[in-house]
C-alpha cells in the first residue's frame, strides 16, 4: 500500500464516479462501496441516471453517475459536492463540475478528450488544457492507451479493452485512498465468477492503474478514512427498495402470512417487484399485473383471500390506484401500498426524487377516506418502515401507504442485520370456523374488524365498494348509519398513533429554533442540524416518518421553539398539511423542487439565515 | 384433490342470502341467479370455498345474493381482484359477475389479460348490450345504429362480440348460453366449472327496462330452434325446427345448408369439437349472428392448457426444494455482508 506520500486522515468524503452508461460507473462505484464496507467505514450511495437507457454516447444528457459518500464518521446523506470526481468522458466533466468542491481531485482518461468528444459535449476547448481545471487536483494519465497496452497480446478486440477503464481508474482509487488492491480484485472474482477471463483482464487493469498511480507524480498526498466506531455488528449494504422488499417478506414471516405482491412496471419502483419475484423460496407470490389498477386490486383480493398483500407503484401509478385505494379502505383490508415518489407531476422525471406525492397520499380520495401514512428516511429504515406498514395494515385491518422515494430507493447504506426475534410481533386476527361472524363488528381496543378468510366455514359473507351497514355489512344507504360509518372508519384509523413510538427529538428541549423534517429529508435537514448544534447554535431537530395520523406529541414538541422551519423536497406540502393539523403555530419553511436530494450545506445555510434574522 | 365422500349435501336453498334481492321485475338476472344457485350443489365443492366477485353494474350486485364469500369490487375490475384471490389460493372455487360494459368497456383491459393467463375461475358475462344502473346509455356491445339515451340518432360504433374478444386472447373455454333457458344454463355452468382454466359463459341477458327483447330473435321459444344451434361435443352442427339445417365449411367461411338440399347429406356437416387448440374454428362459431347464421350456444370451446394459478404455485414449490435459503434470516445473512 501506499507509503511514500502525506497520509491525510478525513473524517468523511464524497466520490462522484460518472461517464457514459455503459462505461461501467455503477460497478466501479458499487466495488468502492463495498471495499469501503468491508474497511468499516459508514457509507451512503446516490446514483444519478438517465431516464433513457442509452442516451447518445457522450453527451451531457448521456451521463450517467454514482455518489458514494464514506466516513469514519455516522454517514446521514449521500453528500453535498465531491472530493473527487471521477470522469470518463468531457461530458461527465463538464455536467459534474460544478458538483465537486473548490480544490476537488479530478481524475480523468486523457484519451477521451479529443475534439469529436468537445463537439459531443458541447464544450469549445480542451478543459485540461483551457485552466477550467486551474483550481484542482488534475490526474489524467492515457488511460485507454494504458489499457490497450497492458492488454496487447491478451487477444481480446479493443472494444473489449475499452470496457475495462473503469478499472483503471479503480486502481488509482485504491492507491488515493491506501486501500489494498487485493479487496478491488476479490470483489471482481465475485462479481464476474462465470466469467474468468472478465476477471482476468480487469485484475490486469486494476493492478495496472494502482502502479501507475505509485509512480507519477501526479498524487501528492493520499487520503484515509478510519473505520466508523459505533457501528458495531453484522452489517449489509442494501438499496431503499432492496431494504423495503425485504421489510415486507420480514412481516410475511412474522405474521406467518404469505405475501403478495400486485404490481405493474415503473420507475422508480421497479426493484421492488424485481427483488420480490427473485423469492419464491420463501413464498412470494408476485403477480406481474396488466396495469397498476390490475396491481392494486389483485392484491386487494388476495388479501381478501387472507394473504399478506402489498403493491408498489410510483407517483403516477398512485394516481392511476386511487379507487381501488378506496375500496382498500371501505372494505377494511389490510394492504400496503408502496408509493416509491418520484418528480412530478404527470411523467415529470422519473428518474429524480422529490417528496412529491404526501397530498395525494393523505387527500388523493374520493369520499372520506383518512388512511395511515408512513414515509421512511433512510435506505436502510426502508425495512424498519415496510416491516411497520405491515404491522399496522394487519393489525388495524386498512390499507397503509408507505412513501418511499427514488434518493432512497436507488440510494444505498449500511444497514445492520436485525434477528427476527428482536422484531415485533404481528398477530392478524382472522374468524374461526363455524363460529358465528359478523363483518363489521369490532375489536373493542383497535376498532378492527375480523378478517374473514375464505375456506372458513361459517365465515360467509359479503364485502364490497358499497356502503355497509354497522356490524352485519349489508348493503345499507341509511343516512344515520353512514354518518356512523364514516366516524368508525376514521376513528379506528386515529387510534393508530396510540401504538406510535415516541416522536424523537434531538437537541435542545427548549431553543430559538425547530428544525423539522419528514421522509427522506431527515438525512440532510439532521447533519445540518448537527452543524448548527456543534457551532453552539440554539437548535433542535425532530423528523416525521409517522405522517398520519401524526404522533399525538407533536403540538407539545413544537409549542417549546420559539420557531420553526419545515423542510422538505416539494413546494411546501407537509407545512400546509401541519397548517392544518396545529394552526396556532407559525411555520417557516425551506422548499427544494430541483429532484435532486438537499444538500447539507444549503440547509445550513437557511437556517443560519433564520436564526441571524431574529 | 378433495375428497368428494366428505363434502355435505347441499341443496339451492344453502347458496340463498339474506339479501333482498333489488333487481328488476322480470330481469333476466333473477333466472341466472337461479341456474347458479341450482348448479353449485352439484359442484362437489365445499360452500365455504366458493367466492363470488364483481364489479359495477346490474349483474355485479350478484355476490350479495348468494349465501358464499362474496367480494363487489369496483367497475371493470372483478377480474383482477378473482385473479388475486385466486392466485392467493388455488383451492378456492372463484367466479367471476360481470356485465357487458363491466367487461367490455371499462374493464376490457383485464378481460383480455385474465383470459391470456388461463387464471383456474368461472367468468359468467351477463350481455344485455346496454348500461342497465345508470340507465340506458350504448355499451360496447351494443348493435350499430340503436337508439339509446346517449346515442339518440343511433350508434356510430361497430359492437364487440365477446367471443371473438375471447378467442383473440386465445381464451380456453368459451360458452353461450340464454337467460330463459336455465336447464341449458345450468349444464353450460356445471361444465364451465369443471374446466381447468378461465371459462368464460356468455349469457345473453335481457334488461327489461331499458333494451327489452334486445335478444328476443334468438332467445324467443318460437324462433329459437332455427335462430340458435346448440353445439355439443362430438356432435353434429344441426339445427332447425326440423332438425335438418347444419353447418359446412365452404374456404374460410361457415355456410348453412339445408340436408338433402343442394347435394348436402349429413355427412358434410360438421362435428363440433371444442377441444382443438387452434381457435380458428371456435372463432367462426362465435362469430355467427342473425340473419345469415343462427346464434351458436353451448360450449364453443375447451381445451387443455397450462394454468397460472397452478404454475404459480408449483414454480413456488420447486424453487423451495432447491434453495439453500430457508428463511428471512438465512437470506439476510447470505451474500455480501461485512461485520464492522
Redesign the interface.
Known amino acids: 500500500m501506499a507509503t511514500n506520500n502525506n497520509v491525510i486522515e478525513r473524517e468523511r468524503l464524497v466520490i462522484k464516479f460518472a461517464g457514459d452508461s455503459g462505461d461501467g460507473m455503477q460497478l466501479t462505484g458499487t466495488q468502492f462501496t463495498d471495499t469501503s464496507a468491508l474497511l468499516g467505514n459508514d457509507l451512503a450511495t446516490f446514483p444519478d441516471f438517465p431516464s433513457e437507457i442509452r442516451a447518445p454516447q457522450g453527451t451531457i444528457a448521456g451521463v450517467s453517475g454514482y455518489q458514494v459518500h464514506i466516513g469514519h464518521a455516522n454517514i446521514y446523506t449521500s453528500g453535498d459536492k465531491a472530493d473527487v470526481l471521477v470522469a470518463l468522458n468531457p461530458a461527465a466533466l463538464a455536467y459534474n463540475l460544478k458538483h465537486c468542491k473548490p480544490g476537488a481531485t479530478i481524475i480523468v482518461d486523457r484519451d477521451a478528450f479529443t475534439e469529436k468528444a468537445f463537439k459531443k459535449a458541447k464544450i469549445d476547448s480542451n478543459p485540461l488544457e483551457d485552466g477550467t481545471l486551474e483550481h484542482y487536483n488534475v490526474i489524467a494519465p492515457p488511460v485507454t492507451t494504458q489499457c490497450r497496452e497492458v492488454l496487447r497480446d491478451s487477444g481480446v478486440d479493443s472494444k473489449t479493452i475499452d470496457k475495462t477503464r473503469n478499472q483503471f481508474i479503480a486502481g488509482i482509487l485504491f492507491y488515493l485512498f491506501n486501500r489494498d488492491p487485493q479487496l478491488g480484485i476479490d470483489f471482481l472474482a465475485k462479481k464476474f465468477a462465470k466469467k474468468p477471463k472478465l476477471v482476468e483482464l480487469n485484475t490486469l487493469i486494476l493492478k495496472a492503474g494502482y502502479t501507475y498511480a505509485e509512480n507519477v507524480e501526479a498524487i501528492h498526498s493520499t487520503y484515509l478514512i478510519n473505520p466508523n466506531i459505533e457501528k458495531k455488528g453484522k452489517f449489509r449494504n442494501i438499496t431503499g427498495n432492496q431494504a423495503t422488499a425485504w421489510g415486507l417478506m420480514a412481516a410475511s414471516e412474522k405474521s406467518g402470512l404469505n405475501f403478495f405482491l400486485g404490481s405493474y412496471p415503473i420507475t422508480p419502483a421497479t426493484d421492488i417487484l424485481m427483488e420480490l419475484a427473485k423469492h419464491k423460496e420463501l413464498g412470494v407470490k408476485t403477480f406481474q399485473a396488466e396495469d397498476e389498477i390490475a396491481g392494486i386490486n389483485s392484491a386487494i383480493g388476495a388479501s381478501y383471500a387472507g394473504l399478506m398483500a402489498a403493491t408498489s407503484t410510483s407517483g403516477p401509478g398512485l394516481s392511476l390506484k386511487s379507487e381501488a385505494v378506496g375500496l382498500a379502505f371501505i372494505t377494511e383490508l389490510p394492504l400496503v401500498i408502496v408509493n416509491v415518489m418520484r418528480g412530478g407531476p404527470s411523467t415529470g422525471l422519473p428518474t429524480k426524487t422529490e417528496q412529491t406525492d404526501l397530498m395525494q397520499a393523505l387527500w388523493g380520495r374520493n369520499g372520506e377516506a383518512p388512511i395511515p401514512i408512513i414515509a421512511a428516511s433512510s435506505p436502510a429504515d426502508c425495512f424498519n418502515y415496510a416491516f411497520m406498514a405491515e404491522k399496522i395494515a394487519i393489525e388495524h385491518m386498512t390499507p397503509v401507504i408507505l412513501l418511499t422515494d427514488s434518493y432512497l430507493g436507488n440510494g444505498s447504506g449500511l444497514w445492520k442485520i436485525p434477528n427476527m426475534e428482536d422484531l415485533p410481533t404481528i398477530t392478524p386476527r382472522f374468524a374461526k370456523a363455524n363460529e358465528p361472524y359478523e363483518p363489521y363488528a369490532r375489536d373493542p381496543e383497535t376498532l378492527a374488524r375480523t378478517w374473514a378468510k375464505p375456506g372458513t366455514p361459517g365465515a360467509e359473507h359479503r364485502v364490497g365498494g358499497l356502503e355497509k351497514s354497522d356490524v352485519h355489512g349489508a348493503v345499507s344507504h341509511d343516512p344515520i348509519n353512514h354518518e356512523k360509518m364514516t366516524a368508525l372508519r376514521k376513528e379506528k384509523v386515529m387510534r393508530i398513533a396510540n401504538s406510535y413510538p415516541a416522536q424523537e427529538v434531538f437537541g435542545k428541549e427548549e431553543a430559538d429554533l425547530l428544525v423539522v423534517s419528514w421522509g427522506s429529508s431527515k438525512g440532510a435537514a439532521y447533519s445540518a442540524f448537527k452543524n448548527l448544534e456543534e457551532e453552539g447554535k440554539s437548535v433542535a431537530f425532530t423528523n416525521f416518518n409517522f405522517i398520519f395520523p401524526l404522533p399525538k406529541e407533536t403540538p407539545d414538541i413544537f409549542k417549546r421553539y420559539k420557531e420553526i422551519v419545515v423542510c422538505e423536497l416539494n413546494d411546501g406540502q407537509f407545512v400546509k398539511y401541519l397548517r392544518g393539523e396545529y394552526p396556532e403555530f407559525n411555520y417557516l419553511q425551506v422548499n427544494k423542487m430541483q429532484a435532486q436530494p438537499f444538500m447539507v450545506s444549503e440547509l445550513t445555510e437557511k437556517f443560519n439565515e433564520i436564526l441571524e434574522a431574529k | 384433490m378433495t375428497d368428494i365422500k366428505n363434502i355435505q349435501k347441499y341443496t339451492r336453498k344453502d347458496f340463498v342470502?339474506?339479501?333482498e334481492v333489488k333487481w328488476c321485475a322480470g330481469c333476466g338476472d333473477y333466472s341466472i341467479l337461479s341456474a347458479v344457485q341450482n348448479a353449485l350443489p352439484e359442484l362437489e365443492t365445499?360452500?365455504?370455498?366458493?367466492?363470488f366477485?364483481?364489479g359495477?353494474g346490474c349483474s355485479s350486485r350478484f355476490?350479495?345474493y348468494v349465501?358464499?364469500?362474496?367480494?363487489?369490487?369496483?367497475h371493470g375490475?372483478a377480474?383482477?381482484?378473482?385473479?388475486?384471490?385466486?392466485?392467493?389460493?388455488p383451492?378456492?372455487n372463484v367466479w367471476i359477475m360481470s356485465g357487458d360494459g363491466d367487461s367490455m368497456a371499462i374493464g376490457g383491459?383485464?378481460f383480455i389479460?385474465v383470459l391470456r393467463r388461463n387464471m383456474n375461475v368461472n367468468y359468467v358475462l351477463f350481455n344485455n348490450q346496454i348500461y342497465g344502473l345508470t340507465k340506458g346509455q350504448y355499451s360496447p356491445t351494443t348493435p350499430l345504429g340503436q337508439v339509446t339515451k346517449t346515442s339518440p340518432y343511433g350508434t356510430i360504433e361497430h359492437p364487440f362480440k365477446p367471443g371473438e374478444l375471447a378467442m383473440g386472447a386465445e381464451g380456453t373455454f368459451y360458452a353461450r348460453g340464454t337467460d330463459n333457458n336455465p336447464k341449458q344454463m345450468k349444464e353450460i355452468f356445471i361444465e364451465a366449472n369443471k374446466h381447468q382454466g378461465t371459462s368464460l359463459v356468455e349469457i345473453l341477458q335481457n334488461c327489461v327496462i331499458f333494451n327489452n327483447n334486445t335478444h328476443h330473435e334468438i332467445t324467443d321459444k318460437t324462433t329459437r330452434d332455427d335462430n340458435q344451434i346448440y353445439l355439443k361435443a362430438g356432435e353434429k352442427m344441426i339445427f332447425g325446427k326440423e332438425k335438418n339445417k347444419g353447418l359446412v365449411l365452404d374456404g374460410l367461411k361457415l355456410k348453412v345448408v339445408t340436408i338433402g338440399e343442394d347435394g348436402y347429406t349429413l355427412d358434410d356437416i360438421l362435428v363440433h369439437d371444442p377441444s382443438m387448440e387452434d381457435p380458428t374454428m371456435a372463432f367462426l362459431l362465435a362469430r355467427m349472428s342473425l340473419p345469415e347464421y343462427p346464434v351458436a350456444v353451448g360450449v364453443l370451446r375447451a381445451v387443455v392448457a397450462p394454468v397460472y394459478d397452478q404454475l404459480?404455485e408449483s414454480?413456488?414449490e420447486e424453487?423451495?426444494s432447491i434453495?439453500k435459503?430457508?428463511?428471512?434470516?438465512d437470506?439476510?445473512?447470505s451474500?455480501?455482508?461485512?461485520?464492522?
Open positions: 342470502s339474506d339479501q365445499e360452500k365455504e370455498k366458493f367466492v366477485v364483481s359495477i355476490p350479495y349465501d358464499t364469500f362474496g367480494f363487489h369490487g369496483i375490475r377480474a383482477a381482484i378473482a385473479s388475486g384471490v385466486k392466485s392467493a389460493n383451492r378456492l383491459n383485464h389479460h404459480m414454480q413456488i424453487v423451495k434453495s435459503i430457508k428463511n428471512m434470516t437470506l439476510m445473512n451474500g455480501h455482508t461485512f461485520v464492522l
